[in-house]
């Protein structure tokens, strides 16, 4: 069982930074591939960045790259999503999520096992 709990969220005015943080409990957080996805009002949670358990690869929606870089710290079981370059469009609940799975790259909620509540990301024009 694996625990998350996200930080960092709030209000931002566009072309601003953020980083979000998320802590994971348990004594097996280095097995774990980790993602963030995003929901916006009315529509469907999507992907927005992944990264490998060891670190050693890292992924983004095609919409974030650039602007956006994750990264973790197993020593401290967090994984964090440094945004900058912030858009309107890039107002949502962003949630971490872990996985089990063995593949590269995870892309698709299916393939995460555990998620945390969500941090609200609202970025002003």
């Known amino acids: 069982q694996v625990q998350l709990v996200e930080s960092g969220g709030g209000l931002v005015q566009a072309g601003g930074s953020l980083r979000l943080s998320c802590a994971a409990s348990?004594?097996?957080?280095?097995?774990?591939?980790m993602g963030w996805f995003r929901q916006a009002p009315g529509l469907e949670r999507e992907f927005v960045a992944a990264i490998i358990w060891s670190g050693s690869s890292t992924y983004y929606a095609d919409s974030v790259k650039g602007r956006f870089t994750i990264s973790r710290d197993n020593a401290k079981n967090t994984v964090y999503l440094q945004m900058n370059s912030l858009k309107p469009e890039d107002t949502a609940v962003y949630y971490c999520?872990?996985?089990?799975?063995?593949?590269?790259?995870?892309?698709?909620?299916?393939?995460?096992?555990?998620w945390g509540q969500g941090t609200q990301v609202t970025v002003s024009s």
């Open positions: 348990g004594r097996t957080f280095s097995s774990y591939s």
């Open positions: 999520a872990a996985s089990g799975e063995s593949g590269w790259p995870l892309n698709e909620r299916f393939e995460y096992d555990y």
